[in-house]
């Protein structure tokens, strides 16, 4: 099994920037594919952002490019989710999560998640 638990979510001005962290524990690997995912109230679930294991290679929704960017730890069992220029429609709880397989932009591709953090945009 593997836990995986973010923080970093908060409230913060249009314009402005958070970084989300994800720590994972357990039978964590290195090799494990990384994503950001966000749901915002009464919506479906949506990729934000997603980062392979061995490669590092990094994928981004046309939603977010160039405005966010992964990256990952594995040292420290971390991932990050860097937010630049936050606008009024990226409000939304932020989940990370884990697949021991490729890149995949399906939720329901993925095994382990986390719990959620909560990110408000005022304008």
């Known amino acids: 099994q593997v836990q995986l638990v973010e923080s970093g979510g908060g409230l913060v001005q249009a314009g402005g920037s958070l970084r989300l962290s994800c720590a994972a524990s357990?039978?964590?690997?290195?090799?494990?594919?990384m994503g950001w995912f966000r749901q915002p109230p009464g919506k479906e679930r949506e990729f934000v952002a997603g980062?392979?294991?061995?490669?590092?290679?990094?994928y981004y929704p046309n939603s977010v490019k160039g405005r966010f960017t992964i990256s990952r730890d594995n040292a420290k069992n971390t991932v990050y989710l860097q937010m630049n220029n936050l606008k009024p429609e990226d409000p939304a709880i932020y989940y990370c999560?884990?697949?021991?397989?490729?890149?995949?932009?399906?939720?329901?591709?993925?095994?382990?998640w986390g719990p959620g953090t909560q990110v408000t945009v005022s304008s």
């Open positions: 999560a884990a697949r021991s397989g490729g890149l995949v932009t399906g939720s329901i591709l993925y095994d382990y």
């Open positions: 357990g039978r964590t690997s290195s090799s494990y594919a």
């Open positions: 980062i392979m294991g061995s490669s590092g290679t990094t």
